[in-house]
């Protein structure tokens, strides 16, 4: 599991996401090639060049594309184009996301319909290069979970499309009030946080810093120079939960403990003795992208809503750092034959459909878990006067549970949701990863009482690397289940 965090002491945009993306291992050619599968007739050159911002190096990316200023879109004709490319089902959900985050703000600032939305300088060509190259930057160098610090907020105006408007811009306020994202304040006169890069975050991350071992940075210019280094920092690596990560082991199965304790080995024990040391170990786990929902937390309450009948799921869970081990109230996770942290408080939403167009399941789905939520499922039902149906079940955090609700109310035909609190018991899990003759593939471990009884390949590593190989997915599986037993 790989995760990225964006450092956005400047703020962020578009161009800077993208820069930072590639900057952090995103090959420039690989971004044109995929964004090659979009038909766009506009004509367009995506640049990328080595710039500094102060005393610092980055990556200045710069779309150039003469006829995009004058070029107006539909929110249809956009979805539209990027359901029609040959790119990926997981870079086309997270493009179409953003954009609906984008529209909506619009909508909601002019005071118009969704359908009436006009885009300009979102729907201009650099935009959407911006948009869909971030998510094809994002499954390139397999980032499971995106994060972000809190955001700028400056001051002043920016001259648009509508006119002289404050900053920071209306549409990039809605955005961020939407998903209650943290913001401090900047002496800055200038927009330092564009809608294009508040949806961005606002639709793919979590405003949190996650505990991570580091092994990339990647630095994103921006266009203006300012008083500061005007950049933004991906960092990118892989989880771990505890005060001090746990020591690695390198190939040759000596652990890389520089001062081990006193009377301690740096050799592991003989094969069968003690635990199976592990290369590149982490713990825990923070939002995932593409498409898996984003794993930590708890919920709040709302009164109840209409609708029969209840299916609670049995999901995977999160650690948190310092929780109850154990809520009396039903709220919340218990870890089992572990020692790692339960999870926060949880609620079990769910409300009971027969009167909408089956085909809005999959969008609503993806709100949900684009808005926060740990789970969403769909379950066949049959209601009153034998009327097949679908259950929509949704596990929160308790502090997204009034967020969510308002937006399967939004979102479906439904007149209720039923909530309530649920316990949730865990076991032990963390990550390893382990080199094949196809990539590196991270495993999920299941533990009881400090004793590993289950190791599983994630999913989408195997699945990634069967693409790029031309080779079946339980190939690549089963190749990493072979190497971890070799370990």
């Known amino acids: 599991m790989r995760l990225a965090y964006c450092d956005c002491s400047s703020g962020i945009s578009g161009d800077m ?74 870079v086309k959900q997270a493009s179409r996301s953003v954009f609906q985050v984008l529209a909506e703000a619009e909508a909601r ?30 499954e390139a160098l397999g980032i499971d979970r995106l994060y972000a610090s809190p955001l700028p907020v400056g001051s002043g105006q920016v001259q648009t499309r509508h006119g002289l408007l404050p900053l920071p811009a209306p549409a990039t306020l809605e955005i961020l009030s939407r998903v209650q994202a943290p913001a401090f304040p900047s002496q800055a006169q200038v927009e330092l946080v564009t809608p294009t890069g508040a949806a961005i975050l606002a639709t793919l991350a979590r405003f949190e810093q996650p505990q991570m071992v580091l092994q990339q940075v990647g630095i994103g210019a921006g266009k203006r120079d300012l008083p500061w280094p005007n950049v933004l920092r991906l960092m990118v690596g892989e989880p771990f939960v505890g005060k001090v990560p746990q020591p690695c082991v390198d190939r040759a199965g000596v652990s890389s403990d520089l001062f081990p304790s006193p009377g301690a080995s740096r050799h592991p024990p003989p094969k069968g003795e003690g635990k199976r040391p592990l290369p590149r170990f982490s713990r825990g786990r923070g939002k995932r992208l593409f498409p898996s929902p984003p794993g930590r937390g708890g919920a709040e309450r709302t009164p109840g809503g209409s609708g029969e009948g209840s ?48 085909q809005a399941f999959g969008h609503v789905m993806n709100r949900l878990l684009a808005a926060g939520a740990l789970d969403v499922y769909l379950i066949p039902i049959y209601m009153k006067k034998n009327r097949p149906a679908t259950l929509l079940g949704v596990i929160a ?66 699945a990634r690397l069967a693409d790029q190989h031309g080779v079946p997915f339980n190939t690549v599986y089963h190749a990493a289940l072979r190497a971890y037993e070799n370990i």
């Open 109 to 138: 600032v002019h005071g118009i319909a969704l359908e009436q939305v006009h885009f300009h300088e979102v729907g201009a060509v650099d935009s959407i290069v911006d948009i869909v190259g971030a998510a094809i930057g994002l």
């Open 311 to 358: 299916s609670p799921v049995d999901t995977p869970a999160t650690g948190t750092e310092n929780p109850p081990a154990t809520s009396r109230s039903g709220e919340g996770s218990s870890q089992i034959g572990g020692t790692g942290e339960a999870a926060g408080r949880l609620v079990l939403m769910e409300t009971n459909i027969d009167d909408m167009n089956p």
């Open 17 to 90: 996401f993208l820069a930072a993306l590639v900057d952090a291992g995103l090959e420039a050619e690989t971004l044109r090639r995929q964004l090659a599968l979009l038909d766009l007739t506009d004509p367009y050159e995506v640049r990328v060049e080595e710039t500094h911002k102060g005393a610092l190096r980055a990556c200045l990316l710069q779309v150039d594309a003469p006829q995009a200023s004058t070029q107006e879109r539909h929110l249809d004709e956009i979805l539209t184009l990027i359901e029609t490319s040959r790119l990926s089902e997981r």
């Open 397 to 462: 955090r308790q502090s997204d549970e009034a967020r969510l609700a308002r937006l399967i109310l939004e979102e479906t035909s439904t007149l209720g949701v039923r909530v309530q609190p649920i316990t949730r018991y865990e076991a032990e899990r963390d990550i390893c990863t382990v080199q094949t003759e196809y990539g590196e593939v991270p495993l999920k471990r299941k533990i009881l009482d400090g004793r590993v009884v289950q190791a599983a390949p994630e999913y989408d590593a195997c």
